[in-house]
């Protein structure tokens, strides 16, 4: 899935409390993929190369495969979690973004292209699922997103108005 519908979807999810709710669960949402492949992107955009075709993985600096491992693991994000809410409780809750990330990630990803290590680092059985690239599966992604978006709002606006 694209990052933005990660953050999006944290958000939706997690952070509809208040504000400072919202944004820290669009960060969690968006984490993983950003500290994987962050620095590869903005490497990518200020050598000007063009956009629109997935990188070739063999091209990919080590460090990019290590993040995407502990980044795209239920293990490292609910311990993560664990740890936090310890300390934080109800503070912590924005934190479920990051393994929501994980878990629509596993049937949107293929065999072929950064299938999620969800067990890491323990072994995975991945899965072989539909790109989250596939015009269908982005386009009910995207529709599910704005219909969640627009229900939390109506929603929102009757409890104000009760």
């Known amino acids: 899935m694209d990052t933005l519908s990660h953050g999006l979807w944290g958000g939706v999810a997690f952070g509809r409390k208040n504000k400072w709710a919202f944004i820290a669960a669009l960060a969690f949402g968006a984490a993983p993929?950003?500290?994987s492949f962050g620095a590869v992107f903005v490497r990518e955009f200020l050598s000007h190369a063009p956009f629109g075709s997935p990188p070739d993985v063999a091209t990919l600096p080590g460090y990019v495969l290590n993040m995407y491992h502990i980044t795209h693991s239920l293990v490292v994000a609910l311990a993560a979690f664990a740890v936090v809410y310890a300390f934080l409780r109800?503070?912590?809750l924005p934190m479920l973004a990051w393994p929501l990330h994980i878990l629509l990630d596993i049937p949107t990803h293929s065999l072929e292209f950064f299938p999620t290590p969800f067990l890491w680092p323990f072994a995975t059985p991945f899965v072989d699922g539909v790109p989250w690239s596939t015009p269908w599966v982005f386009y009910l992604?995207?529709?599910l997103l704005v219909g969640a978006y627009i229900i939390w709002r109506f929603r929102k606006r009757a409890k104000a108005r009760s």
Do not use: P
């Open 90 to 92: 109800r503070k912590a």
């Open 33 to 35: 993929d950003v500290l």
């Open 141 to 143: 992604n995207w529709t």
